[in-house]
């Protein structure tokens, strides 16, 4: 959990500060949160990348259809920001895995990017039914998917917002999706049936996103390459090693 220090939230860049705010208000109105411990050293991390101060804040919570909740914050110095989240359901409960990124530097933020990625070849048809339901939305700049993207679905938006109310139409589009998936997690029933479909499906979701080499880069060069495998795995993308 988060260590009591102040957070880094209120100096990052305003669409990172939106965005935490309205992931944690979302999740505290339609799921029944509690705490989930990862291990004591990673939940506040400190070091330093080319001379400047690198910290990580992780919040993470469970509940009855998700085994970890993941909300990290990450700072270098004054000119990088980011912010990282992902739902993992648990694998008795066939549900798309959720996730969103922003990386900001200098006052920009350069890369905004939401999913929800299903874990079974296409997405629940409840799921698709509200998802094309929303309405349709332009955005100036649009970002091809990483060679690894194959796990995203056809929802997937991935920009460059170029203005502020671009970043805040973003933020309204993962408040959206976030919205939507908790909402239909809440009335998903648990099943042992495709828990082993489900665990596949996660399975590769995470070693796809362990693939990232900028994320995995940042990291090795602040702590070295042992430590920002442990952190991928263990933190990031880490996967249960039998049915929770």
């Known amino acids: 959990m988060v260590s009591p220090r102040p957070s880094i939230r209120q100096r990052q860049h305003p669409m990172i500060r939106d965005l935490a705010d309205r992931i944690e208000s979302v999740w505290q109105r339609y799921l029944p949160l509690s705490d989930y411990q990862l291990p004591e050293d990673l939940g506040y991390v400190e070091g330093r990348l080319e001379g400047e101060r690198l910290i990580i804040e992780n919040r993470c919570y469970q509940t009855p259809q998700f085994r970890k909740l993941h909300l990290e914050l990450a700072r270098v110095g004054e000119n990088l920001d980011i912010l ?3 739902m993992f359901p648990r694998l ?3 549900l ?3 996730g969103c990124d922003l990386v900001g530097g200098r006052g920009q933020i350069s890369a ?3 999913d929800l990625s299903p874990v079974m070849g296409e997405l629940p048809g409840d799921y698709e039914a509200e998802m094309k339901a929303l309405p349709p939305l332009s955005f100036t700049e649009e970002r091809p998917l990483p060679a690894w993207g194959t796990i995203f679905s056809p929802h997937c938006r991935f920009i460059r917002p170029t203005t502020t109310t671009e970043e805040g139409t973003f933020v309204g589009l993962i408040e959206d999706y976030l919205r939507i998936h908790c909402q239909r997690a809440g009335a998903t029933h648990s099943t042992t049936a495709t ?4 665990r596949q499906g996660q399975d590769r979701y995470c070693t796809q996103q362990r693939q990232n080499d ?3 880069r940042v990291l090795e060069k602040a702590f070295g390459a042992s430590w920002a495998d442990r952190y991928m795995t263990e933190v990031l993308f880490d996967l249960p090693a ?3």
């Open 84 to 86: 990282h989240c992902v």
């Open 92 to 94: 008795d409960y066939p």
């Open 96 to 98: 798309p895995m959720f």
């Open 112 to 114: 905004a990017i939401v």
């Open 195 to 198: 828990i082993a479909q489900v």
């Open 214 to 216: 900028k994320t995995r």
């Open 242 to 244: 039998s049915p929770s």
